[in-house]
């Protein structure tokens, strides 16, 4: 897939530079106001950061300032790397209009460094060219997104005969079968991708929408929770459980809510088990979702202030 992708702005030394943990309000959260910026957490001491590091800036350059690169060195912004969790590197975040959009952590072949730079592109409103099988995925979304999910999954199986690599073709099949009821077969079609697209966001966030299917299956009444959480708002638990059977019922937004509020009151209840399952929310939906935006910008306000 070729970004080629109209300059907005800048020259090409402006499009990758090295920042402090100093600059990262400027640099990253005000500058992704305008346009999206890709940030690479790494080390002088990381092996896979070196590999990285280079061939991301080289599809990032190939985007002709589409999005921009800041690399941050963690040993060097040790606060910054707290207040973003960062627990292994390299991780790479992109950010727009001040909040982390899709990210990723390791090393990645280039065609996925591509895949994931073209999302960025288009959470931050640009357009990327669609590679030849995007249009069968595309009807392949569709159907499933209209309940044809059998007839979504012979799509999906079909551009693997193409791409066995296609990330979005696994993470397609994965859907079909938590749609159809069969987690058991999606969790197969999950552990059976190819190691090198098993880190991709797109079955990150299929692992994600499949943890929450498993969640969904224990998840208590709504009624009785809420009633249980008005009757005793401290009651953690209760409330978390509350987030859960929303999200199970097909209320994303209620379920953030309620984490983000259990975030509130104690983020470091079991474990940050708030902030934990706002990823996985998180992370199970599209990165430009209003859910999904809205609720990094109150978690960021949270966690920075």
Same mark, same amino acid.
């Given at each position: 897939?070729?970004?080629?992708?109209?300059?907005?702005?800048?020259?090409?030394?402006? #499009?990758?530079?090295?920042?402090?943990? =100093? *600059?990262? $309000?400027? &640099?990253?959260?005000? %500058?992704?106001?305008?346009?999206? +910026?890709?940030?690479?957490?790494?080390?002088?001491?990381?092996?896979?950061?070196?590999?990285?590091?280079?061939?991301?800036?080289?599809?990032?350059?190939?985007?002709?300032?589409?999005?921009?690169?800041?690399?941050?060195?963690?040993?060097?912004?040790?606060?910054?790397?707290?207040?973003?969790?960062?627990?292994?590197?390299?991780?790479?975040?992109?950010?727009?209009?001040?909040?982390?959009?899709?990210?990723?952590?390791?090393?990645?072949?280039?065609?996925?460094?591509?895949?994931?730079?073209?999302?960025?592109?288009?959470?931050?409103?640009?357009?990327?060219?669609?590679?030849? #099988?995007?249009?069968?995925?595309?009807? =392949? *979304?569709? $159907?499933? &997104?209209?309940?044809? %999910?059998?007839?979504?999954?012979? +799509?999906?199986?079909?551009?693997?005969?193409?791409?066995?690599?296609?990330?979005?073709?696994?993470?397609?099949?994965?859907?079909?079968?938590?749609?159809?009821?069969?987690?058991?077969?999606?969790?197969?079609?999950?552990?059976?991708?190819?190691?090198?697209?098993?880190?991709?966001?797109?079955?990150?966030?299929?692992?994600?929408?499949?943890?929450?299917?498993?969640?969904?299956?224990?998840?208590?009444?709504?009624?009785?929770?809420?009633?249980?959480?008005?009757?005793?708002?401290?009651?953690?638990?209760?409330?978390?459980?509350?987030?859960?059977?929303?999200?199970?019922?097909?209320?994303?937004?209620?379920?953030?809510?309620?984490?983000?509020?259990?975030?509130?009151?104690?983020?470091?209840?079991?474990?940050?088990?708030?902030?934990?399952?706002?990823?996985?929310?998180?992370?199970?939906?599209?990165?430009?979702?209003?859910?999904?935006?809205?609720?990094?910008?109150?978690?960021?306000?949270?966690?920075?202030?």
């Amino acid at each position: 897939m070729d970004l080629n992708l109209q300059p907005q702005g800048g020259q090409p030394g402006d #499009l990758v530079k090295d920042i402090t943990e =100093a *600059d990262f $309000m400027a &640099e990253v959260v005000e %500058a992704s106001q305008e346009t999206p +910026i890709i940030v690479d957490f790494w080390a002088p001491w990381c092996g896979p950061c070196k590999q990285l590091g280079p061939a991301l800036e080289k599809v990032v350059t190939e985007a002709k300032g589409a999005v921009k690169m800041v690399k941050v060195n963690v040993d060097q912004a040790q606060m910054i790397a707290s207040q973003l969790q960062i627990q292994s590197i390299p991780t790479v975040y992109a950010f727009y209009k001040g909040q982390p959009v899709d990210g990723f952590q390791g090393a990645l072949p280039e065609s996925e460094l591509k895949a994931f730079v073209a999302r960025v592109v288009e959470a931050g409103g640009g357009e990327a060219p669609e590679d030849g #099988l995007s249009e069968a995925l595309d009807t =392949a *979304d569709e $159907m499933l &997104e209209q309940g044809a %999910a059998a007839d979504a999954l012979e +799509i999906y199986a079909a551009v693997l005969e193409e791409d066995a690599t296609s990330a979005r073709a696994f993470a397609g099949m994965v859907r079909c079968q938590i749609s159809l009821g069969d987690l058991e077969q999606a969790e197969a079609i999950l552990n059976g991708a190819p190691v090198e697209i098993s880190k991709a966001p797109e079955l990150e966030a299929a692992h994600a929408q499949l943890e929450l299917a498993k969640q969904a299956a224990g998840a208590g009444p709504v009624g009785e929770l809420q009633a249980q959480v008005e009757a005793n708002p401290d009651d953690h638990q209760a409330r978390f459980d509350l987030a859960q059977a929303l999200h199970a019922n097909g209320d994303a937004e209620g379920a953030v809510a309620q984490l983000l509020e259990l975030f509130r009151r104690d983020r470091e209840w079991n474990d940050g088990a708030a902030k934990t399952q706002l990823f996985t929310v998180f992370d199970a939906l599209k990165p430009n979702d209003p859910v999904v935006l809205n609720g990094r910008r109150k978690l960021s306000s949270m966690i920075f202030l």
